[in-house]
C-alpha cells in the first residue's frame, strides 16, 4: 500500500534552516508528482510546493517562494523540503502528498502523517 | 488568486440527516476543477470527489458533488457516525496552483 513517511521536523529559531525527508513506498515514485501541503494549528490548508516526476519543473506559492526548495531523488525515492530563512508564521504540520495523476488538474491522492515544525525563539 | 468561501463554519446535524456543504470562489474555476477533502482529529486529509463530481477510489456513494462556475456543493446524503470531520474544498489554478477553502467542521447535533 501507498506510505509516506515524513521526517525532519522539529523546533528552529527565526531564520535558521530546516530540511524535510518524505519516504515513499507502495508505488513507483518515479512516475508522480509530488507536493508539499501544510497546515498550522488549528488552522486550514495551505499548498506548498510541487515538484514534476522527474525533478525539472516545481513551483510555490508567493508566501514560500525564494526561501523553500523542494527536490526529490528517485533513486531513492526520497523527497525533500529545504527550507531557509523560516519564520513564524511557517509553523505548522507539513505534509507529503503525491498527485492524483499525471498532468493538469492537480489533486492530492495520498497524504503522509506529517511533521511538525515549530519556528520560535 | 481565487479565494473559495466554505459555508457554514460549522454545521450541526445527527446521523442519519443530510449534510449540504458549500463552497463559493471569488472566481470562475478553472474547468470545474475542484475537490473536497475530508480530514478527522490528529489525521492527515482524505480525497472525497475531484473534479467536482467523481468520487476517489473507496468513497462510499452517499458522497456526492456539484456545482459548476462559482458555487460547488458537497452533499452526504444519510450521514454516518464517521462523518463527523472537517471538510474543506480546493481548487487547482494557475497563479497558485493549489489553493483550499477555510473548512467547514460537521459536528454532531
Known amino acids: 500500500q501507498v506510505q509516506l513517511v515524513e521526517s525532519g521536523g522539529g523546533v528552529v529559531q527565526p531564520g535558521r534552516s530546516l530540511r524535510l525527508s518524505c519516504a515513499a513506498s507502495?508505488?513507483?515514485?518515479?512516475?508522480?508528482?509530488m507536493h508539499w501541503v501544510r497546515q498550522a494549528p488549528g488552522k486550514g490548508l495551505e499548498w506548498v510546493a510541487v515538484i514534476s516526476q522527474d525533478g525539472s519543473i516545481t513551483l510555490y506559492p508567493d508566501s514560500v517562494r525564494g526561501r523553500f526548495t523542494i527536490s526529490r531523488d528517485n533513486s531513492k525515492n526520497t523527497l525533500f523540503l529545504q527550507m531557509n530563512n523560516l519564520r513564524a508564521e511557517d509553523t505548522a504540520v507539513y505534509y507529503c502528498?503525491?498527485?492524483?495523476?499525471?498532468?493538469?488538474?492537480?489533486?492530492?491522492?495520498?497524504w503522509g502523517q506529517g511533521t511538525l515544525v515549530s519556528v520560535s525563539s | 488568486e481565487i479565494v473559495l468561501t466554505q459555508s457554514p463554519g460549522t454545521l450541526s446535524l445527527s446521523p442519519g440527516e443530510r449534510a449540504t456543504l458549500s463552497c463559493r470562489a471569488s472566481?470562475?474555476?478553472?474547468?470545474?476543477?475542484l475537490a473536497w477533502y475530508q480530514q478527522k482529529p490528529g489525521q492527515a486529509p482524505r480525497l472525497l470527489i475531484y473534479?467536482?463530481?467523481t468520487r476517489a477510489s473507496g468513497i462510499p456513494d452517499r458522497f456526492s458533488g456539484s456545482g459548476s462556475g462559482t458555487d460547488f456543493t458537497l452533499t452526504i446524503s444519510r450521514l454516518e457516525p464517521e462523518d463527523f470531520a472537517v471538510y474543506y474544498c480546493?481548487?487547482?489554478?494557475?497563479?497558485?496552483?493549489?489553493?483550499f477553502g477555510q473548512g467547514t467542521r460537521l459536528e454532531i447535533k
Open positions: 502528498a503525491r498527485d492524483l495523476k499525471l498532468g493538469a488538474p492537480d489533486y492530492i491522492d495520498y
Open positions: 507502495g508505488f513507483t515514485f518515479r512516475n508522480y508528482d
Open positions: 473534479d467536482t463530481s
Open positions: 472566481q470562475s474555476v478553472n474547468s470545474n476543477y
Open positions: 480546493q481548487q487547482y489554478g494557475t497563479s497558485v496552483l493549489m489553493t
